[in-house]
């Protein structure tokens, strides 16, 4: 008996018709090269309906970019130029301005001058991440005015207060709030809803504690290398460097002595180090900075981070924290 056989290219039909249903938009594209290799445009040989419609329709098969947007910017061009050169899957998110839609775009090169695009749209996921950075930025501005309420309010009690001890015990208070506020203002000015510019926070930081140490004739130094954590760390790090600088105002330099505070901040071997270093009295019997508050408090934050905490004192105090960098170390192309 006789097989059955398929008909011709019935199977190339069949991928051709699942190519076309798709709600994602995928093309075959040829690069255009100038004389010296370099990228300068790309034709559509082939695409899907969902591609084209992108670019204005079926009319947009076989024609380049360059003809079909004159507006592409140059460093659309570098981008396609570094991704064939390197010659491996790429992927970035893409806003195309003038539809007013973001697409995952996936890019395999198969060959020097041959490259498979796929563009998924994201728009709705995009426009709910703007609308929840919207939330998340008006939830920061309002901590931010409690929390100043909240040192409004412990300050007023510091002044009406006619014990010495308790004036000082709220005006630390005072400080390790407005630490967490500080974090907070940043958050809402910068619009990030996750991470914090940890420098340039230890830098705001060290100015405000600086304004009063300075009228105790100390200065305070930062030495920070740039570091990016996340917000939630940014609170329990900028509390802890408040508590070390506190402490070290207090006691290295009881009035009428005066001297200076260098802070420290590097990275480096997946940890993060924090240092707080005087030129004063030092620790003497390992007790005087040990039992209050402050460094218990430091302790315990650093405890809970799975951090340790050194003292050396020699010609002073160095305290130094260090951390487990929790950066997952993941990057993202950006394309504008």
Known sequence: MARSRKG??????RRIELFDVLREGVALCEMIRDDAGKVIDYRIREANPAYLRGLGGQSALGKTIGELRPDVSERWYALWHRIMEAGKPTR??????????????????????????LYIDVTQRKQTEAHLAHLFNELNHRVKN??????????MQARGTQEP?????????VDRV?????????????????????????????????????????????????????????????????????????HAYPPPKRGKIIVGLDAGDDAIRL????????????EARESGLGMRLVRQLVKARGGEVDLASDGGLTATVTLPDRADGSAEVQVS
């Open 92 to 117: 970035f998110d893409y806003e195309d301005p003038g539809a007013k839609r973001w697409y995952d775009v996936h890019i395999t090169p198969l060959s020097r001058d041959e490259v498979v695009q």
């Open 8 to 13: 011709p290219g019935r199977e190339t039909e």
């Open 178 to 250: 407005q630490s967490i506020s500080d974090v907070h203002a940043i958050l809402y000015k910068t619009g990030s809803t996750e991470t914090v510019q940890f420098d340039a926070y230890l830098g705001e930081l060290c100015r405000r504690l600086g304004t009063a140490a300075a009228r105790r004739g100390v200065e305070i130094r930062l030495e920070a290398q740039p570091l990016v954590v996340a917000s939630e760390d940014a609170v329990q790090m900028g509390i802890i460097v408040n508590e070390l600088i506190t402490n070290a105002v207090k």
């Open 275 to 286: 240092s707080v270093r005087d030129f004063g009295q030092g620790l003497p019997a390992g």
């Open 165 to 173: 001890r308790v004036r000082e015990e709220l005006l630390q208070a």
């Open 146 to 155: 409690n929390l100043m309420m909240v040192t409004a309010m412990l300050s």
